[in-house]
C-alpha cells in the first residue's frame, strides 16, 4: 500500500473519468473525497463543489493537500475562469 502525507480532492470524481481516477486512487491506498454538486448528497468520503458557486470552493479544498481536477467541459465560455479561480483559491490555502 502506497502511503501519503493527507488528503486528496478529486472535483469531478463522481463524473465518468473521475470516478476511475478515485477507484484507482482509493485502490492504490490513498484517502481520496471526490465532490458532488448537490449539497444533500454529502457524506464522509465528498465535498459539496460547484463550479458556479466560488463561494463552494474554500470549503472543498479544507484540509486537502493535493487535487486532481475534472472540470465538465473546458470549452464552455468561462472555463479558463473558473479553473483559475479555483486555482487562486487553493494557493490562498497554502
Known amino acids: 500500500m502506497k502511503t501519503i502525507n493527507g488528503n486528496i480532492l478529486v472535483i469531478g470524481g463522481g463524473g465518468k473519468n473521475g470516478r476511475r481516477v478515485v477507484k484507482k486512487l482509493k485502490t492504490l491506498g ?3 473525497f471526490s465532490t458532488v454538486r448537490v449539497k444533500d448528497e454529502v457524506n ?3 465535498r459539496f463543489f460547484d463550479w458556479n458557486d466560488l463561494t463552494s470552493y474554500d470549503q472543498a479544498l479544507k484540509n486537502m493537500d493535493k487535487v486532481y481536477i475534472v ?3 473546458t470549452s464552455i ?3 479558463k475562469e473558473q479553473i483559475s479561480e479555483l486555482v ?3 494557493v490562498d490555502q497554502y
Request: glycine share 6%; charged share 20%; net charge negative.
Open 30 to 32: 490513498y484517502t481520496v
Open 44 to 46: 464522509e468520503d465528498t
Open 71 to 73: 472540470h465538465p467541459d
Open 77 to 79: 465560455p468561462g472555463a
Open 88 to 90: 487562486n483559491s487553493m
